[in-house]
Nanobody, 112 residues
Framework: QVQLVESGGGLVRAGESLTLSCAAS????????MNWYRQTPGKEREWVAT????????RYFDSVKGRFTLARDNTKKTLYLQMNNLEPEDSGVYYC?????WGQGTQVIVSS
């Protein structure tokens, strides 16, 4: 069955780092681009970053450029989001995504 499982969220202070992981199964992970989104209460889900199948090309939402790094390990079918210098505005539930498939999300809380 097609599945995405996120992990790695938590409570951190502003300026600290977290690495999120997304384990994929049930589809040809190495052949598809992948995305991260995030959502905070009362707001629509917003796109954060995208990576191509090779992992060499990435795009980021402006507010996370230079702080977040998206990577993938196709042999492990896992997507990673390294988040540095976190800000309170980065708080939310983070979801990995392919096509119309979403994981359950992992919560990130950044305290000021």
């Amino acid at each position: 069955q097609v599945q995405l499982v996120e992990s790695g969220g938590g409570l951190v202070r502003a300026g600290e780092s977290l690495t999120l992981s997304c384990a994929a199964s049930g589809f040809p992970f190495s052949l598809v681009g992948m995305n991260w989104y995030r959502q905070t209460p009362g707001k629509e889900r917003e796109w954060v970053a995208t990576i191509d199948i090779s992992g060499r090309n990435t795009r980021y939402f402006d507010s996370v450029k230079g702080r977040f790094t998206l990577a993938r390990d196709n042999t492990k079918k896992t997507l990673y989001l390294q988040m540095n210098n976190l800000e309170p505005e980065d708080s939310g539930v983070y979801y990995c995504n392919w096509n119309d498939i979403w994981g359950q999300g992992t919560q990130v809380i950044v305290s000021s």
